[in-house]
């Protein structure tokens, strides 16, 4: 079916402002990718799941200005021991990055991928991109991996020592970056991914994530700093048999982002944990879209959000847990909440169960309402000012999301950035 006349133009007018690059193994796959942006077009909202969503800043062809903001505070995860992994505006910065050599890992940059006949990645990329495009279109995601210009593949074979991080920095107020990283972790390996910075003034990242059985992966996501900046994330990700995915993302500034994440549970006794927290102040729009899969036997998954939102900030989440036939003993868990500082903000939630199997425990919930006036009270009356009584509140209110992290040392550096977040905003 021809698509509207008014989305053809807006996707035409995107990918004339793009060329596809020179491709190598990747070339069927981004070809691929381009065929389906063109059948689907971009998003509108005249779309189901962008209704909520604005998603014309992130679509038109050149990317809206965005201020570089300079911080005295250093980046976040410096603290830790760590391989860092940098990408100034987009681009791979080989000189600020560490060697990409540690035991049990092996790191390529897809630009190096594309010059082999041969590679890992080549089963890989696209791949669960294309599989996440049913039943719900992500065009944005598919436009990532027919233009992406860097990224790396990470293949994890044993248990690696410390988390391997990625650092994105913004220098350029035109910046608009594709990134696209493949991770592939195999039978019994674990690792621990950090990301964090604003990357460029308009970014669309895609990670796809294979974790074979036993593995386990940890995300720990940091997404802020520069106010004006626009972002669309996409993560995708399938478990095998016994393995382990965790997920945490952190969101303080931002006009606007949106994290869609796609997760499928195909081995027994998979776990699947995906949170989110985020604080937004004014012109700040924050939507999580997520869709999870069971289609194994007794496996877990939890979602968990929460958004702080105050002077006409917007939150937005749209969750779904799909049970197919045949996944017995699911045991799902969602719940999206929203602490509202004030009668300006909104937050907007469209949670979904679609269960095809009769011996499951799922749930989902959501709730949206004021600070805790009996909490506040009771703090004010024990001698915390006003302010700091609401900073502690809200920090209690984010705290079910923060604690989905695993690393004790990690969680406890996101609360301390969360706590000088809200005390430079008082």
């Known amino acids: 079916m021809a698509l509207p006349e008014v989305k053809q133009s807006a996707t035409e007018a995107r990918l004339s402002a793009l060329s596809l690059p020179e491709s190598g193994c990747l070339k069927a796959a981004r070809e691929a990718a381009l065929s389906r ?63 990409l050599s540690l035991e049990g890992v092996a790191i390529d940059r897809i630009e190096d991928i594309c010059c082999k006949d041969i590679h890992w990645a080549k089963d890989l990329y696209g791949v669960l991109e294309a599989r996440g495009q049913t039943p719900v279109e992500r065009p944005l995601a598919a436009l990532n991996t027919a233009f992406a210009t860097d990224g790396v593949a990470i293949r994890v074979t044993g248990k690696v020592s410390k988390p391997i991080n990625f650092t994105y920095v913004h220098s350029d107020e035109n910046s608009d970056a594709i990134l696209h990283h493949v991770i592939r972790v195999e039978t019994g390996a674990e690792v621990t991914i950090l990301e964090n910075g604003p990357a460029a003034s308009r970014f669309n990242k895609c990670m ?13 996501r940091a997404q802020g700093r520069d106010h004006e900046r626009r ?20 969101t303080v500034n931002g006009v606007l982002t949106r994290n869609e994440a796609v997760i499928e549970l195909t081995g027994d006794d998979a776990v699947a944990h995906i949170a989110g927290a985020c604080v937004g102040d004014g012109d700040f729009h924050h939507d999580d879209t997520v869709f999870i899969t069971h289609d194994a036997v007794n496996c877990e998954s939890r979602q968990v959000f929460k958004k702080v ?16 036939e045949g996944a017995q003993k699911t045991d799902g868990y969602q719940i999206s909440q929203s602490l509202l500082l004030d009668e300006d903000s909104q ?5 979904e169960l679609e269960i095809y199997a009769d011996d499951v425990a799922c749930s989902h919930g959501s709730t949206s ?16 000012p006003h302010a700091e009584a609401t900073d502690l509140m809200t920090l209690a209110f984010l705290a079910e999301a923060v ?14 950035r969360l706590e000088g977040w809200l005390a430079r905003r008082r």
């Open 37 to 99: 942006v063109q059948t689907m077009g971009l998003p509108s909202r005249r779309d189901e799941y962008w209704k909520y969503t604005k998603p014309d800043t992130l679509v038109q062809a050149e990317a809206p200005k965005a201020a570089v903001f300079h911080a005295d505070e250093a980046p976040m995860f410096n603290a830790f021991e760590r391989l860092n992994i940098v990408f100034v505006d987009g681009v791979f910065d080989a000189e600020a990055s560490d060697d």
């Open 309 to 324: 939102l105050r002077n006409g900030a917007t939150g937005v989440f749209q969750g779904k847990i799909l049970v197919k």
């Open 403 to 416: 604690d989905e992290i695993e690393d004790a040392e990690i969680a406890a550096d996101i609360v301390s």
């Open 231 to 250: 972002a669309a994330t996409h993560l995708f990700a399938r478990l095998g048999t016994e393995s382990v995915f965790k997920s945490f993302t952190l």
């Open 347 to 351: 937050f907007l939630a469209k949670p």
């Open 208 to 220: 796809e994530i294979d974790i074979a059985d036993g593995g386990k992966l940890h995300l720990v």
């Open 369 to 384: 309402g004021a600070i805790d006036e009996e909490g506040l009270f009771y703090l004010r009356s024990r001698g915390v």
